[in-house]
């Protein structure tokens, strides 16, 4: 894979983990009922029903972040000789 497209994929990947860790901790003062997730590529309201799949969202996410580090810290450099 392509070293800049894994760098956008992890960048993304922690962005929308941001994402859904602001909208847990929202819901987890309790002084709100529902919390409006904005990913830039999707928007949904999520309620306290919903905290469970947030955790299980969050989860995946950090899974998928740390699969995609571990791919670009295994990425080949070229090496060139110099003579």
């Given at each position: 894979?392509?070293?800049?497209?894994?760098?956008?994929?992890?960048?993304?990947?922690?962005?929308?983990?941001?994402?859904?860790?602001?909208?847990?901790?929202?819901?987890?003062?309790?002084n709100i009922q529902s919390y409006m997730i904005d990913t830039g590529q999707t928007k949904q309201?999520?309620?306290?029903?919903?905290?469970?799949?947030?955790?299980?969202?969050?989860?995946?996410?950090?899974?998928?972040?740390?699969?995609?580090?571990?791919?670009?810290?295994?990425?080949?450099?070229?090496?060139?000789?110099?003579?």
């Open positions: 894979m392509d070293h800049i497209f894994l760098k956008q994929r992890i960048e993304k990947a922690k962005n929308t983990i941001i994402a859904y860790e602001d909208a847990l901790i929202a819901l987890s003062a309790g309201t999520v309620t306290m029903q919903d905290i469970e799949k947030i955790n299980n969202i969050i989860a995946s996410l950090e899974n998928k972040l740390a699969t995609l580090t571990a791919r670009i810290n295994n990425i080949p450099t070229h090496v060139v000789p110099l003579w």
